[in-house]
C-alpha cells in the first residue's frame, strides 16, 4: 500500500539545486563563531578551516563522505520501551511533538492567556501521557524560576512526569553539560544514554550561515554523548534570507548539512534530523510568521528536496499557527500545515498545541491537534488495492441499483474509517437534544478526563532526588556565579 506524496520538484531541479548546496559549501562556506576544538576536529576530517576568520569551506566528497555516514534508520529512545520511537516510522507516516520554548499559556479554564509556570509544564506532561498521536515533546519556558537555569528546571520537570521520548533546547553553553548528565542518570549512564537516548538535542543555526559558539557545543558535546541531533535552520524569507523559495530552500539545507557534517567529523554514526523551519517576513508589519502561505510552501519544500537529495529524516512544524487565540485561523492554519507536511513526507511535525507563532501554548489546541493529526495519519496510510479492497466479487454479484449495507463485506470492514472523538457527526436534531456542544465544549470535557486521574509515569523517587541534586549544582554555579 502507498500513501500519497507530491513534490515541487523535478528531478532535473533536484539535481540542480543538490549541486548547488554543494558549491555553496566548497567555495563560499560558512562562519562559525571561535571553537578552537571544533576547528581542529573539522581540519583533521578533510574541511578547509581558516582559523582567522572562522570561515570553513567543505569539499564535495568530503560532504558527501559526512552524508553517507549519518545513518538513515535510528530511534529516539524513552524511559518506557513501548514509547521508543523508530525513524523512519514503519508505517512510513510521522511522528509528533509539541511547541518548544513557549512563554505562554493559553490557560483552559479562563481561554486567558498568562505566562507558563513549573505546574504548568508538570500537567502539560500529564496531558501529553494521554494522547496518543503525540510522541514525544519539549520543554515549555517555566518563567517561575532562574532564567539562566530555566532548561535545566525544564527538562528536569519534564522527565519526573512523563515517559514518552524529550527533545532538549539549551538555553546556554554552560548548561548543555548538566542537560545531558540529567540524561545520563535517569538512563542508567553513558552507555544506557547512548544505546536508549531519551533525550535528543536540538541545535540551530544563525542564520545566514554563521553558527553560534553555543549550538557549536551543543554538536560537539550531544555527538560525544551518542545523543540525536536535530539540526535546525530558521530563515526568515525577506530578513535573514532571501525573499524567494528556491533560496530559501538552499540556504536552509546548506545551513543544515554544516550541523551534519560537525556532527559527523566529531563522532561518524550521530544520527542527525533535518529541521528545515522555515518562517516569512509580513512586510506591512515586519513580523516573522510561521503559518503565511510563503512559509508552508518553502518548508514543504525544503522536506520535499532534503530527503530526495540525502535521504535524511526530516522534521518540521506540522502544526501551530500565527493567531493569538484558539480560533477558525488557528484551526485553518495548522489543518492546512498538517495536511501538506503530511504529504511532503516530514517524519516528525512539530508545533502540536502552539500558538501566536510558536511563543504560547494551549492544552485545548493541543486536543484538537492530537485528533487532526490522526485524521491526517488515516489519510497518508493510503488506499489498499488487493483483492479484498477491491471488492471485486461483491460488485460484479449485486444488480445495479441494488445496495451494499447487508453485505458481509460491508460488516467486515465497517470499523476501518476513521471514527472521531470531539469532531461531531450527527444530525441537527440529535446534535441540539444532546446540548448542542461544540468542538470546544467537547475538547474541554476530554481535557478534564484526561486531567482527573493520577499521572501514572512519574519518575521513581530516588531518580528524581539525583536529577534534583543536579539542577541544584547547576543554580549554585549558574545563578550564583
Known amino acids: ?16 539545486l543538490r549541486d548547488r548546496v554543494f558549491d555553496l559549501l566548497e567555495n563560499h562556506g560558512v562562519k562559525l563563531d571561535p571553537h578552537p576544538e571544533m576547528l581542529r576536529i573539522l581540519a583533521n576530517a578533510g574541511v578547509k578551516v581558516d582559523n582567522e576568520t572562522g570561515i570553513i569551506k567543505i569539499p564535495q566528497p568530503v560532504m558527501e563522505n559526512f552524508i553517507n555516514q549519518a545513518p538513515k534508520n535510528f530511534s529516539l529512545g524513552a524511559r518506557c520501551q513501548d514509547r521508543v520511537l523508530k525513524l523512519p516510522r514503519p508505517d512510513r507516516t510521522f511522528y509528533v511533538r509539541t511547541g518548544t520554548g513557549s512563554h505562554g499559556w493559553i490557560d483552559p479554564e479562563t481561554n486567558k492567556y498568562r505566562k507558563v509556570m513549573t505546574v504548568d509544564l508538570a500537567n502539560w506532561a500529564k496531558l501529553i501521557n494521554g494522547l496518543d498521536e503525540i510522541s514525544f515533546m519539549p520543554f515549555l519556558f517555566p518563567n517561575d524560576v532562574p532564567r539562566v537555569t530555566a532548561d535545566i528546571y525544564g527538562l528536569s520537570t519534564l522527565l519526573k512526569n512523563t515517559d514518552k521520548h524529550i527533545l532538549v533546547q539549551p538555553y546556554s553553553t554552560e548548561s548543555i553539560e548538566y542537560l545531558i548528565n540529567i540524561g545520563k542518570t535517569v538512563a542508567g549512564g553513558n552507555k544506557a544514554l547512548k544505546g536508549n537516548p531519551l533525550i535528543s538535542m536540538i541545535t540551530c543555526a544563525l542564520t545566514p550561515r554563521a553558527f553560534k559558539q553555543m549550538d557549536i557545543e551543543i554538536i560537539l558535546q550531544s555527538s560525544r554523548a551518542g545523543l540525536p541531533i536535530h539540526a535546525c535552520s530558521l530563515p526568515s524569507a525577506g530578513s535573514t534570507a532571501p525573499i524567494t523559495p528556491a533560496a530559501v530552500i538552499l540556504l536552509a539545507t546548506a545551513e543544515i548539512l554544516t550541523i551534519l557534517a560537525m556532527a559527523q567529523a566529531v563522532a561518524p554514526g550521530t544520527p542527525v534530523v533535518a529541521c528545515p523551519i522555515i518562517f516569512s517576513v509580513d512586510m506591512r508589519t515586519g513580523r516573522s510568521l510561521q503559518s503565511s502561505v510563503e512559509s508552508l510552501k518553502c518548508a514543504s519544500g525544503a522536506v520535499q528536496f532534503i530527503k530526495a537529495a540525502y535521504n535524511l529524516p526530516t522534521h518540521n512544524y506540522g502544526s501551530g499557527s500565527d493567531a493569538p487565540n484558539v480560533d477558525g485561523q488557528s484551526m485553518s492554519e495548522r ?14 511535525f512539530g508545533g502540536a498545541g502552539q500558538l501566536e507563532v510558536a511563543t504560547a501554548v494551549s492544552p485545548l489546541q493541543l486536543i484538537v491537534d492530537n485528533e487532526v493529526v490522526s485524521m491526517v495519519r488515516h489519510i497518508m496510510q493510503g488506499i489498499n488495492f488487493d483483492d479484498d479492497n477491491l471488492a ?5 454479484e449485486t444488480n445495479p441499483g441494488d445496495h451494499f449495507l447487508a453485505s458481509q463485506h460491508t460488516l467486515q470492514h465497517c470499523r476501518d474509517g476513521f471514527t472521531p472523538h470531539n469532531f461531531t457527526k450527527l444530525t441537527r436534531d440529535t446534535w441540539e437534544n444532546g446540548g448542542g456542544k461544540d468542538l470546544m465544549d ?21 531518580l528524581a532526588t539525583e536529577i534534583d541534586s543536579i539542577v541544584k549544582a547547576a543554580n549554585k554555579k549558574l545563578v550564583h556565579q
Open 1 to 16: 500500500m502507498v500513501g500519497s506524496k507530491f513534490s515541487f520538484f523535478s528531478l532535473e531541479q533536484i539535481n540542480s
Open 335 to 348: 489543518s492546512m500545515l498538517s495536511m501538506l507536511m503530511g504529504v511532503s513526507g516530514s517524519d516528525i
Open 392 to 396: 471485486w466479487n461483491i460488485i460484479t
Open 442 to 462: 467537547n475538547v474541554l470535557e476530554q481535557y478534564h478526563e484526561l486531567m482527573k486521574g493520577e499521572n501514572r509515569s512519574l519518575l521513581s523517587r530516588d
